[in-house]
C-alpha cells in the first residue's frame, strides 16, 4: 500500500484586474448630438485609451487614441452624423495594462425622429 501526504501551502494575491470602463452621458441621441464619452483604466498612470464607434451598418464614425490623465481618466467628444439613422452605435474602448489589452464595448442607440403624416398636401 502506497500513501501520499500532500501538504498545501495556501497563497493569497490581492491583485487588482486589469480592467477599462467607458460611458456615455445619456443612452439615445438624435442625429446632429454631441456624446460626451469618459471612462478610466485602472491601475495606469497616463494611459492611451483607442477609441472606436460604429454605426448599426458596422460603418466606422470615429477612430481616435487618446491620453488619460495621471489616474487613468479620459474623455472624449464626438457628434453622431446627422445623416445618421436610427440604430445601435458601438463604442469600443481599448488599452494596454501590465502586458494585457483591456477593451470594453458600450452600446448607444441614435433615434431618427419619425414626423407623422398629417394627411394634408400642399399643392403649388
Not at 456624446?35 to 477612430?63: C, F, H, M, T, W
Not at 494585457?100 to 403624416?117: D, R, S
Request: net charge negative.
Amino acid at each position: 500500500m502506497v500513501s501520499f501526504l500532500l501538504a498545501g501551502v495556501s497563497h493569497s494575491f490581492a491583485q487588482e484586474e486589469p480592467a477599462i470602463t467607458i460611458t456615455a452621458d445619456k443612452g439615445s441621441y438624435l442625429p446632429g448630438e454631441t456624446v460626451q464619452l469618459s471612462g478610466v483604466v485602472s491601475g495606469q498612470e497616463y494611459p492611451l485609451v483607442a477609441i472606436q464607434v460604429k454605426d448599426s451598418d458596422n460603418n466606422l464614425i470615429l477612430i481616435r487614441t487618446i491620453q488619460g490623465d495621471q489616474n487613468g481618466n479620459f474623455a472624449i467628444q464626438f457628434k453622431i452624423p446627422p445623416t445618421a439613422t436610427s440604430g445601435k452605435f458601438t463604442i469600443s474602448a481599448s488599452s494596454r495594462v501590465n502586458g494585457f489589452v483591456v477593451t470594453q464595448n458600450q452600446v448607444i442607440t441614435a433615434k431618427v425622429p419619425e414626423f407623422p403624416f398629417s394627411g394634408v398636401v400642399l399643392a403649388i
